[in-house]
């Protein structure tokens, strides 16, 4: 505990006795994967400083690595950090005390949604490059715009509710979301249930679109199922999302809605 609080203390002293012209530079801090790629993707400045440790070494490269801990967060001189709800509560009482916490909603409805942006323009100052994110977003709602039936399956057979985003997204392009009637958010479906609803479209989230490196897993039965693979062999029936863009859907809200357009080659 007194090596603890030595070292917080050490770390106060640091940010205390900074020189002028670094106490002005603007230095942020995220503590959440998917804010970690908004940031970069709109920061111009070098404001961006510090990220977390769950990107490839490859990724976001230049930027520090932090491990959540308070004391890797400090070490990084933060003006402002970006949490969101989902981050550990003490973590942020914590840090509120040394540097001005920014904690971001999780969208769920295209209200959530505006809200975020709001914030994220507020905070961040590139109000243009937000505005970019929803005005390009819409575009690519209005042109999948239409009155199809669809429904997203991951591994384990889960699939997204009424009240989530996809939901919402759903709604936004006029398509109906067949597992809004098997609970809210995160939802558990058979496939039984999958079968009989025959949905105009399938979006796969966290499979391979590869069936010879799909291997045969529990949490991957859908994926070899004959009447799913006949869908697969259907052109523009199946969609597959890579995981990288399913991961931060509404950070890569376009690129999610964008790729619902791609048609696929037949890999079967």
Same mark, same amino acid.
């Given at each position: 505990?007194?090596?603890?609080?030595?070292?917080?203390? &050490?770390?106060?002293?640091?940010?205390? @006795?900074?020189?002028?012209?670094?106490?002005?530079?603007?230095?942020?801090?995220?503590?959440?994967?998917?804010?970690?790629?908004?940031? &970069?993707?709109?920061?111009?400045?070098?404001?961006?400083?510090?990220?977390?440790?769950?990107?490839?070494?490859?990724?976001?490269?230049?930027?520090?690595?932090?491990?959540?801990?308070?004391?890797?967060?400090?070490?990084?001189?933060?003006?402002?950090?970006?949490?969101?709800?989902?981050? %550990?509560?003490?973590?942020?009482?914590?840090?509120?005390?040394?540097?001005?916490?920014?904690?971001?909603? %999780?969208?769920?409805?295209?209200?959530?949604?505006?809200?975020?942006? #709001?914030?994220?323009?507020?905070?961040?100052?590139?109000?243009?490059?937000?505005?970019?994110?929803?005005?390009?977003?819409?575009?690519?709602?209005?042109?999948?715009?239409?009155?199809?039936?669809?429904?997203?399956?991951?591994?384990?057979?889960?699939?997204?509710?009424?009240?989530?985003? @996809?939901? #919402?997204?759903?709604? %936004?392009?006029?398509?109906?979301?067949? &597992?809004?009637?098997?609970?809210?958010?995160?939802?558990?479906?058979?496939?039984?249930?999958?079968?009989?609803?025959?949905?105009?479209?399938? =979006?796969?989230?966290?499979? @391979?679109?590869?069936?010879?490196?799909?291997?045969?897993?529990?949490?991957? =039965?859908?994926?070899?199922?004959?009447?799913?693979?006949?869908?697969?062999?259907?052109?523009?029936?199946?969609?597959?999302?890579?995981?990288?863009?399913?991961?931060?859907?509404?950070?890569?809200?376009?690129?999610?809605?964008?790729?619902?357009?791609?048609?696929?080659?037949?890999?079967?």
């Amino acid at each position: 505990m007194l090596f603890k609080f030595t070292t917080i203390s &050490a770390l106060l002293i640091a940010l205390t @006795t900074l020189p002028a012209q670094a106490e002005n530079k603007k230095r942020w801090v995220s503590l959440n994967q998917c804010v970690d790629i908004a940031l &970069a993707r709109w920061s111009e400045r070098g404001e961006l400083v510090g990220i977390t440790k769950l990107h490839k070494d490859s990724e976001l490269s230049g930027i520090e690595r932090h491990n959540g801990t308070l004391e890797s967060i400090l070490s990084l001189r933060p003006t402002k950090v970006f949490a969101t709800e989902f981050n %550990q509560r003490r973590l942020i009482e914590a840090l509120k005390d040394y540097v001005d916490v920014v904690i971001l909603p %999780q969208p769920r409805s295209w209200e959530d949604y505006e809200q975020w942006l #709001s914030i994220m323009s507020a905070q961040t100052g590139y109000s243009e490059k937000v505005d970019q994110h929803k005005t390009k977003l819409q575009i690519a709602l209005e042109s999948q715009a239409d009155s199809r039936s669809a429904i997203v399956i991951m591994p384990n057979q889960y699939s997204w509710g009424e009240g989530s985003w @996809t939901d #919402s997204i759903f709604s %936004q392009m006029g398509w109906q979301n067949l &597992a809004s009637t098997a609970g809210y958010d995160l939802v558990s479906i058979d496939l039984e249930q999958l079968i009989s609803w025959q949905p105009d479209t399938v =979006i796969m989230e966290g499979f @391979t679109d590869d069936a010879k490196s799909a291997d045969f897993a529990l949490a991957n =039965i859908w994926r070899h199922h004959p009447v799913v693979r006949r869908w697969m062999e259907e052109q523009d029936k199946v969609h597959f999302i890579p995981h990288e863009t399913s991961s931060c859907p509404v950070v890569n809200a376009v690129e999610y809605v964008e790729a619902l357009g791609h048609r696929r080659g037949n890999r079967e």
